[in-house]
């Protein structure tokens, strides 16, 4: 493992520790970017990506005044090099994390997304109340050259204030999916990410 993706674990793991989230910036390189939002997912969301729903199964529906966003999960049997690359580093980040905070993560799944222009998620939180196997939220921005006065922050809520994270491409943001809610703003300009859960069980048992 290169000796800078280690220096991004620590402070991963570090902010788990100690406050239940971590901001990591440049954890994807401006050229790994680029990669992936040359992908056809990317550059024909419209045709690929499902508008999100609320829920898990049987009881996901559909609800624009919760949440507006677009997804395509991502099969990483059939993934080009671009995503291979970041989902090598979310092995990384179990494996890590597994190691130096004595946990027992055993996988992840992960969906490109997209938020058009003036959509927005309220706030809530990623753990399902009749499935608690995911146990911590991670996303990885991909949005070139964001102003802060374009908004879609991502809004994590704290025991008595609120912490504001623009999507600046490259920036990892790790929490603990079980005790932080969150919600994401409005933003001026499409707002694209890659957007997953590290599960304390392997991904195929949550579909069978």
Do not use: C
């Given at each position: 493992m290169k000796?800078?993706?280690?220096d991004k674990l620590n402070l991963v793991?570090?902010?788990?520790?100690?406050?239940?989230?971590?901001?990591i910036d440049g954890f994807l390189s401006p050229e790994e970017v680029q990669s992936i939002l040359q992908l056809d997912g990317?550059?024909?969301?419209?045709?690929?990506?499902?508008?999100?729903?609320?829920?898990?199964?049987?009881?996901?529906?559909i609800n624009e005044s919760i949440r507006g966003d677009y997804i395509l999960w991502v099969d990483r049997t059939s993934e080009g090099p671009a995503i291979q690359s970041y989902l090598s580093k979310l092995n990384e980040l179990i494996t890590f994390v597994n190691q130096?905070?004595?946990?027992?993560?055993?996988?992840?799944?992960?969906?490109?997304?997209?938020?058009?222009?003036?959509?927005?998620?309220?706030?809530?939180?990623?753990q399902f109340k009749k499935d608690d196997h995911r146990k911590l939220s991670v996303i990885c921005y991909l949005n070139e050259n964001w102003k802060e006065d374009e908004g879609g922050q991502l809004r994590i809520y704290l025991s008595d204030k609120h912490l504001d994270i623009f999507p600046m491409a490259g920036r990892l943001v790790c929490f603990r999916s079980d005790l932080l809610e969150h919600e994401v703003l409005r933003a001026t300009r499409p707002r694209y990410s890659l957007t997953g859960w590290i599960l304390d069980q392997h991904a195929e048992l949550r579909h069978l």
């Open positions: 000796s800078a993706l280690i793991a570090d902010g788990l520790a100690d406050q239940g989230y971590a901001i990317f550059q024909n969301g419209n045709s690929q990506f499902k508008k999100a729903g609320i829920g898990k199964h049987g009881d996901k529906q130096n905070l004595f946990l027992s993560m055993k996988d992840y799944e992960v969906h490109m997304t997209i938020y058009p222009p003036g959509s927005y998620y309220n706030r809530h939180l990623d």
